[in-house]
């Protein structure tokens, strides 16, 4: 659920504004204690009490950690968001949602394109994530210039968009950068982070040797994954469908910003139960455990579009987020139950998915090209933080600071200091 806010001269810049999915309350944080929350987002009440310093918002990519709690916010900032194509497209269907249809200003930029907005001069720097348009940024001020990385992760050959190009990266080290803001999340792990089209060879294996029904179950906003299984789809003899309302809303995203195939044909979900077995490759939505999600109802018998049966094969086409690891194994354990075949990554030698963010060579790497005086790591645990912050220093950066939510940073050319000095916390967003 990131909120990341930049002061200057009396003014604020907001970077992302995201959502988390099922996170454990404790009784008192909400109103009343037996409320249910299904989504759980920063609590922005230090910004919304001066709203009027705020001078935009700037949304990095199109995930939900980063783009999904502006629908509900929105209101309480009421300023222009600035993001580019694929992500706009993707907040306008959700602002639809919840009646906000043409109420918010959205200024979209181009990779390289700078935007004056209040007191910052930002100019965004392509990067390759999993999802469309992942986008890092520098935010310069007259105290300063911060390189604000967002998501990414070194992917020479992804399935979507241009490969990464490090020549933007290197000449940072000339612009003098104050502080790099780098996401930790897979700063634990040695080496480099496979790429997706390596992810692509692994679930063709996977698919290939299938003779009856396959269901992948991935998240929504990897439209990469979604094409690979496409391709799939039709070197398999097989059709795709999707089963799930975010699939189809970030599909047809892709398809207005031109990120979708003209030649990748998906069939209707309801034509899936007139198919032979082996013609049938549906790509649903729950891979988490999430109890309303397709995945679910496949296990419990009860999706509208599609009935599984024995020695049929479910593919787990996504990471065990941190916390879901019990809904998961409860979903796997009812789908073995009726003789239904699942298949994780931790379960095979096949590569049948890829992470979207850096590991340790990578945010060396980065580093290195771009010399910042100072490291902030952010996206993780405080172990994954930590582990950021070592690499940083392994990586001559001379400076690195590492706090927890709600720590105010006070950047300038001489002085680094950090100060807890901002109330923070979380707020339920019920629907």
Not at 52 to 74: K, N, Q, S, Y
Not at 134 to 146: D, E, H, L, N, R
Not at 233 to 252: D, H, K, P
């Amino acid at each position: 659920m990131n909120m990341n806010l930049y002061g200057h001269d009396g003014q604020w810049l907001m970077v992302d504004c995201g959502v988390s999915f099922n996170e454990p309350l404790t009784p008192g944080e909400l109103s009343t204690a037996t409320t249910k929350a299904e989504i759980v987002c920063a609590d922005p009440r230090f910004i919304t009490e001066q709203k009027e310093r705020l001078a935009g918002i700037v949304i990095t990519h199109a995930h939900e950690d980063h783009v999904g709690a502006l629908p509900f916010l929105w209101r309480r900032f009421k300023c222009p968001v600035y993001t580019t194509a694929f992500t706009a497209e993707v907040l306008r269907r959700k602002l639809a949602q919840v009646g906000l249809t043409d109420q918010v200003p959205i200024i979209e930029v181009a990779e390289n394109e700078s935007k004056v907005i209040g007191g910052f001069t930002v100019k965004w720097l392509g990067l390759t994530h999993s999802v469309p348009e992942p986008f890092g940024m520098t935010i310069a001020t007259p105290a300063g210039k911060i390189f604000h990385t967002g998501d990414w992760k070194i992917d020479r050959t992804p399935i979507l968009g241009k490969g990464f190009s490090s020549s933007a990266f290197k000449a940072l080290a000339k612009d003098n950068i104050l502080a790099m803001v780098c996401d930790s999340t897979n700063a634990l792990k040695e080496g480099f982070t496979p790429s997706e089209s390596e992810c692509y060879q692994g679930l063709l294996a996977a698919i290939k040797a299938e003779k009856n029904r396959v269901v992948v179950g991935c998240f929504s906003s990897n439209v990469a994954r979604l094409v690979a299984l496409g391709r799939i789809a039709q070197e398999t003899g097989r059709y795709l469908a999707l089963i799930g309302r975010s699939l189809i809303n970030m599909v047809g995203a892709a398809r207005v910003t031109g990120h979708w195939p003209d030649d990748l044909p998906i069939i209707d979900a309801a034509h899936l139960g007139y198919l032979p077995r082996e013609e049938v490759l549906a790509v649903v939505t729950g891979s988490q455990g999430e109890p309303r999600a397709t995945l679910n109802r496949l296990a419990m018998n009860n999706c509208f579009d599609l009935t599984l049966e024995a020695d049929d094969l479910v593919i787990f086409s996504a990471m065990r987020i941190p916390g879901n690891e019990l809904a998961i194994d409860r979903l796997v354990a009812q789908f073995k139950g009726r003789k239904i075949r699942t298949l994780q990554a931790h379960d095979t030698d096949l590569m049948i998915h890829v992470s979207g963010h850096p590991c340790r060579e990578e945010l060396k790497q980065l580093y290195s090209w771009v010399q910042p005086q100072v490291a902030i790591p952010v996206h993780g645990e405080p172990k994954h933080l930590d582990a950021n912050a070592d690499v940083a220093q392994l990586s001559h950066v001379p400076q690195q600071l590492v706090g927890r939510n709600g720590d105010l940073y006070q950047l300038a050319p001489s002085l680094t200091v950090r100060r807890r000095a901002v109330p923070v916390g979380r707020i339920a967003l019920l629907r």
